[in-house]
T-cell receptor
Framework: AQSVTQLDSQVPVFEEAPVELRCNYS??????LFWYVQYPNQGLQLLLK??????LVKGINGFEAEFNKSQTSFHLRKPSVHISDTAEYFC????????????FGKGTRLHILP | DTAVSQTPKYLVTQMGNDKSIKCEQN?????MYWYKQDSKKFLKIMFS???????INETVPNRFSPKSPDKAHLNLHINSLELGDSAVYFC????????????FGPGTRLTVT
């Protein structure tokens, strides 16, 4: 079965510290991978995406993610977080089969501590 | 110059009523979506239209009926509203239905009392 797992529902981290938000998926078909961010009371916006090519993808606001096919993971990282990074982060996977369905993870709340 | 817009932003109504939410995108995209986000922030796709044709219809009560009058619009009509329908509903669009990134609207917060 196809699924997307974000193991951490909340991640507290001190300002200027590094952070990694984890995303794993289960699939037997090719995938496209996305990270979206949702700031309070707003819609989602794209942080970065992996479609093909280099497995290290750089996005907006200093975020990056690495596609690891053998571990079926697409973890999001930032070397130094800022208070403005406080938001909900969603991993999303499009499974490239007959209906190219996209599934979102349950989200990880990034809580920046002063 | 909003890319994906939704109206209304807030909707408070009583159980049993019928209501509609409208969505418009000015990006020239072929595909549009409706999502429901519950109080725990869980985001679930409800419907997807590609060039006005329904392509994804998840397990949603048939009280929910989407309508796409043209490629730029996707409306959501809900009959006989129930307490459990309270959520934030997001519209989104993408260039195609082959995995391209989605652009989300600001959401409509529906509260059923």
């Amino acid at each position: 079965a196809q699924s997307v797992t974000q193991l951490d529902s909340q991640v507290p981290v001190f300002e200027e510290a590094p952070v990694e938000l984890r995303c794993n998926y289960s699939s037997s078909v090719s995938v496209y991978l996305f990270w979206y961010v949702q700031y309070p009371n707003q819609g989602l916006q794209l942080l970065l995406k992996y479609l093909s090519g280099s497995t290290l993808v750089k996005g907006i606001n200093g975020f990056e993610a690495e596609f690891n096919k053998s571990q079926t993971s697409f973890h999001l990282r930032k070397p130094s977080v800022h208070i403005s990074d406080t938001a909900e982060y969603f991993c999303a996977v499009t499974f490239m089969n007959r209906d190219d369905k996209i599934i979102f993870g349950k989200g990880t709340r990034l809580h920046i501590l002063p | 110059d909003t890319a994906v817009s939704q109206t209304p932003k807030y909707l408070v109504t009583q159980m049993g009523n019928d209501k509609s939410i409208k969505c418009e995108q000015n990006l020239g995209h072929d595909t549009m979506y409706w999502y429901k986000q519950d109080s725990k922030k869980f985001l679930k796709i409800m419907f997807s239209y590609n060039n006005k044709e329904l392509i994804i219809n998840e397990t949603v009560p048939n009280r929910f009926s989407p309508k796409s009058p043209d490629k730029a619009h996707l409306n959501l009509h809900i009959n006989s509203l129930e307490l459990g329908d309270s959520a934030v509903y997001f519209c989104a669009s993408s260039q195609d239905n082959r995995g391209s990134e989605q652009y989300f609207g600001p959401g409509t917060r529906l509260t059923v009392t």
